[in-house]
């Protein structure tokens, strides 16, 4: 194929880094030419990840860039904006899925984060939800991968703005739940099995960073909490709302079609019968799908959204891939129609 | 014994009342007269509960009321109401476990159930959460143990009444997280092991019964989801509470304090290091204790109140054992001391 | 595309119908004319299968059969052989993914079912593993597709037989573990989430019908017990094999080489480093992948054997396209090129 | 109580030594005076086990050990015999969780271990299994308690040693299942909760150390293969067995009655009706209970044999406390009356 696009992964050997490699193999347009591993050099890719043991690839150290089309980091927060000339050197297009160049401004990562050392270029990396900023991604150069349970939140909640249900000065409480595969492939007490299994546990019960994302992207303050379940893969938001006036169940079906009747990743579950009446990370697990859905609960003027995510896919891989299409001006779900099982396990 | 007294479990080959012959049998002060199945007449009762294979009776005919000292009803909703003149009949001390006789008017009966047959009898019982209602279970004959969504709700926020923290005026949202033996023994579709594993499921996203108990009992309304999680056993309540004014760690801590300070089965955890800061349904699987703490968010001017229970415990079996101690005038802990487990998978 | 052929799959609303969907709805060069179910006719087949909510079709009767290319029937043992007549009718191929059509002889399923209708097709069928019998599916017009445990063994064991290091009159116990979707969506007190979850249960401690398959398959007769485990897809089988005389690692390398070098569904996991170093249902879940192993135990003259699928995929559904795609002179790998996911859950 | 032994637990933050603290806490006869660990120094003993959050109780330095009347070591393989005479020093009676004291010989520690450094203490210490050894017990100093896969495999196969029905040359394939607090709480990849779960695992295909125990104290060899299933706890071993002659059912029963029929904590399950026909380790789960059971398969003249213990109580903390009852001449079941629970989830 003439037209394929090299594509390498650095940090390869975590759990976003597999992903991004199964997606990027099986992807019509992308060659992986190169995967970077500090701690696997010389390793296979199926040493790490068992899914690709029909893969033929070796880890390559990460100082040794070769020059691609597309390079995909996957390195934990912090690395990239270090590294990210060396990244730019490498390839016409980053995609970075850490969060160093998701905020704007250098103020939000000295309030949320340890501070940047490359403001400079903040101005310039894209967001990306494609759903909420398609149009900023088309040949953009450095693009900032969504963080996973912020990508649930405001798949969840952008109708409502888009629909002027919301206008960003109302009470929202956030109530996430997750995988383990969030805390990555590094492990500790807390990710060992015995303790982290069956658990209903409030990993991040106030000031999880994803709100920045959330308050720059929507223009909306939550109150968020995330808890960790039994799960490897999956993100759940459930976003308590409480509007100003009144709502009506047609008024909220007709703002998700009108902002997602389009998207090739979304879909709204409300009720229907059967057993998967809402949203859930199990109809989603290794897929890039969103599911969105809501009930209303007129007694306490409340309206509950629903939101779910595989956060391995749309929450992070799936997500950076669907990013690089559209910036690349590929068809958008080259490389993402795997559709799930059903049934499945903890996804 | 001389000083033994005699007990039946009505509806015993469910999970509840298999979790009240458990406890029974190894209470120093009962002895099971009598266990009643439908279903399962003249099975052991090891047939429908492998724990209990050492134990020595079998289920009998619920029509067949045996005289005893107190009678539990681990019946379905609709069957105490139904048959009320017959337990009473068989038994100075009727503990339900169901939801017939835990709330006070008929009123609200119609408003969150099908009404009720025996209204006369609401005044009479009395409502057992031990920690709010303690004076008036004491020779108590008919006793109505609380709904375990409730219970954990009712634990975790009656601190900051007592305190004054919260009137009954403020918005509430209470997240729940349940384990599977809420859905009972019956299984169906949804509960099947391939479809349910895995799952965060919104299995009750608005209009959850148990919000006519908060309300009775605390006075105040909450805005109330129950979600569906990987686990058996546990229930966890996330409390989004937005009090008025400024709050603080110190006053927080005073409260729980106070409220549980002297009660046998509650512990207040918040923060501290180690795998378990927060309450966790793991850390009181298979105990009568619950959990509670907190924690502030004062950019959100939030309170997060995390509190859990098992379900079938302190939400159901061991509720009832305990309220059945204090009617009687009995240790509050008799036959209620088992510490549990760690670690523990899925509890 | 002119070329693509119709597809039916009747029992579409089960676990493996709606697997069989899913394929056939990203396959290439197939078009899924019908979808049956009893009793959902009329409804989506999204309302089955979360993971299909995006595919626009619906159940329809079962005894309204088109005229298509290939039917696959999904449906209980015994209702193939009953309805056969109609299948063959209806379509040039049918794959049939039920026990009815495995066995050569009459005398096969009086012994190990309740005898059979039709034992006039029964030298007409071509059992399905294509790595054993890929030959005889070419332009095959009845396909049975292999079961489940039986794959699992026979694909662990067959590369012993060619290597001649097995004769067939070996002591060999093989212990299987398998996931809770070999139940089926039926469900039922022991397929509950709360009495199937954690458990490590023998739900076949002898006399399992795949023995029969594996009779027929390798010559050998195996002591064969499965157990369940937590999991929902996947069966591992543990081969504990006694050859007559030694056996060297290298040897057995060579052996799996042989057999499986070119299969491209194959592949021998044995030893090295990292984390999965031998077969395992994770390693291969959602996708038509076998992975088998090995491991001397020359102190009890003893060879492991480990063999681990997606019962729902290499087990059934997965088996059963490829066998479609053999038949039809197809790509044998079109349809099923999905890699798995890395990391899984309980898969 | 005047009567009350003191005991202290060196290795106490470990999973098996909060299990024995957990234990002694609630035994009416013993009174915790020390529990030791060198990372957890000052910290309360609910710092590491969240269930204890009651107890009054901090981890000291090992280096400092209290007198006490029974010291329980749960340490690593290699501690015990290296600190055997400051454990003598300090109680009268030691009894050690390890291997370090199980066999009997310094050639079985060559081979199966990397030697030993105290062969003199080898013939001194009693083995515990009470089931096999209680005589030997009685008024022991220094007690092995028993591995835990070792324990499962030799209670499910004495009652065929002592019915003469085994004789020890036979064929003998054991197939063991086991939960992940076996890894202890260290941790690790593959203990990680996104690689560990859901998992069938060959984690000792062959040579696991435990076959020395076995040999050792059946007199019999077995081809012995550990699989790590998604459980926290529980040993499952399947035996499958191959008497010379036939064997009937009643032989089987009477066997089993035989041996345990007067055993406080074992009990025979082998069909009936239920969910539960069969041992199972979550029948047991949190008890010091073993659950044996069989079945035939006369067409391969194989009996299999089912056994299912709690890896953390009958397989070490239990089985310590009940070897410690039989040595200070105590109520074999003081502190050890824990039912188990019904339903659990993964135990």
Known sequence: ????????????????GGELLRLLNGHPEFEVAQATSRSYERKTVGHQHPNLRNMDLRFTDPQDLESVDVLFAATPH??????????????????DLSADFRLSTEEQY???????????????AE?????????????????????????????????????????GDEQVVVDVKVGS????????????????????????PTGHRHEAEIEEFLGLSVSFTVHAVDMTRGAAATCHVFPDGPVKKKELWGAYRDSYGDEPF?????????VYRYPEPKAVAGTNHGEVGFELDPGNRRLVVFSAIDNMMKGSAGQAVHAANVALGLEETAGLEFQGLHPVGAP
């Not at 000295?110 to 310039?124: N, T």
């Not at 500790?188 to 982290?196: F, I």
């Open 127 to 167: 967001y990306a939800l494609p759903e909420i900023n398609r149009d900023n991604l088309d040949g953009a150069d450095l693009i900032a991968s969504g963080g996973c349970n912020a990508t649930a939140t405001i798949l969840g909640l952008k109708p409502l703005f888009d629909a002027d249900i919301l206008s």
């Open 110 to 124: 000295d309030e949320w984060y340890d501070g940047h050392d490359r403001p400079d270029l903040l101005e310039e």
């Open 266 to 274: 979304m879909r709204t579950v409300a009720g229907g019968g059967g």
């Open 1 to 16: 194929m003439t037209d394929t696009y090299t594509a390498s992964v650095v940090g390869a050997s975590g759990f976003t």
């Open 78 to 95: 912090g690395v990239s904006m270090e590294r990210i000339d060396a990244f730019q050197d490498a390839a016409d297009t980053v995609v």
């Open 181 to 204: 595969s969030e805390g990555g492939a590094g492990g500790g007490a807390a990710s060992s099995h015995p303790e982290r299994s069956g658990i209903v546990r409030p990993y991040a």
